[in-house]
């Protein structure tokens, strides 16, 4: 089971899936999963990928089954978030990868292109927010004082189950699906999971766009509750090689609900950097 170890850093956990031919050095594409989720939210993905590149999936610190050894407080910022995922890269033995975040993991993307370029050959923002709106915010707080305070009253599970019917999945979604999710969210660290949560409520992405130099993707659903069509106009207006993708969807998990079509795009659009062919006969 691989894991990154430093001193004083918490131990970092990653999933690696690679059915790439050996002798064709294939690159190494990182996907980064969201707010409060784990690894194991990009399954569905991986059958498309992992022929044609090495496929990292990172647990963020605390989450998944990266440790929590560290302090919430002081220590899950997003500086420490990045570093984390430069250490990964290193780990590898990677100069560089391919990066595709969802949601939340796409703004540490974001942040990791832009201060650290000539780590990332690309990057893809599956559903990714600039900013976390006032609007957002109050959606997810149910009514409650903030967030926060719904997590804590309601309970974690519930209040997943109760935001994933108003933003992240269509009425007629498979209630399988939905109780898979609740079930996997439940699984993490109620402490980190606020912590996150903190963080990405504070993070204003938009400072970053500019300095972003790798080709960037962007896969978002047509009108989303998260994204907005002022946050894809700063996204459209600041990043200076940006191919825009929008999946037939009002609802935020583009990520599950068409991971077929995402993770073409994906591998197309890596592909196509890479100069290499990413079909077989």
Request: hydrophobic share 40%; aromatic share 10%; glycine share 6%.
């Amino acid at each position: 089971m691989p894991f990154v170890t430093r001193p004083h850093q918490p131990k970092l956990h990653y999933e690696l899936d690679d059915f790439t031919d050996p002798w064709r050095n294939a690159p190494y594409l990182i996907l980064q999963h969201g707010h409060g989720r784990s690894s194991r939210f990009w399954y569905s993905w991986v059958p498309y990928l992992s022929r044609y590149y090495k496929v990292v999936r990172p647990d963020v610190r605390g989450l998944g089954q990266s440790s929590a050894d560290f302090d919430l407080e002081r220590e899950f910022t997003l500086d420490a978030c990045v570093g984390d995922l430069v250490a990964v890269i290193e780990h590898l033995g990677a100069e560089s990868a391919h990066f595709c975040g969802e949601s939340m993991g796409g703004m540490l993307g974001i942040a990791l292109a832009a201060a650290h370029p000539q780590r990332v050959r690309t990057l893809t923002l599956v559903a990714t927010p600039v900013y976390i709106s006032e609007r957002t915010k109050q959606t997810y707080a149910l009514g409650h004082a903030s967030e926060t305070e719904a997590k804590k009253e309601m309970g974690m599970q519930a209040w997943v189950a109760a935001t994933n019917r108003t933003t992240r999945f269509p009425p007629e979604a498979d209630p399988a699906l939905l109780a898979w999710y609740e079930g996997e969210f439940a699984r993490n660290r109620p402490e980190v999971q606020l912590a996150m949560s903190k963080l990405a409520n504070g993070v204003n992405a938009g400072a970053f766009l500019p300095r972003i130099q790798a080709p960037v993707l962007g896969l978002y659903p047509t009108s989303g509750p998260i994204t907005s069509a002022e946050q894809e106009q700063l996204l459209t207006a600041n990043i200076r090689n940006l191919r825009m993708v929008h999946l037939p969807s009002r609802y935020h998990k583009v990520q599950l609900l068409f991971p077929a079509t995402c993770a073409r795009h994906l591998l197309h659009f890596a592909a196509q950097h890479d100069g290499i062919a990413c079909h077989e006969s």
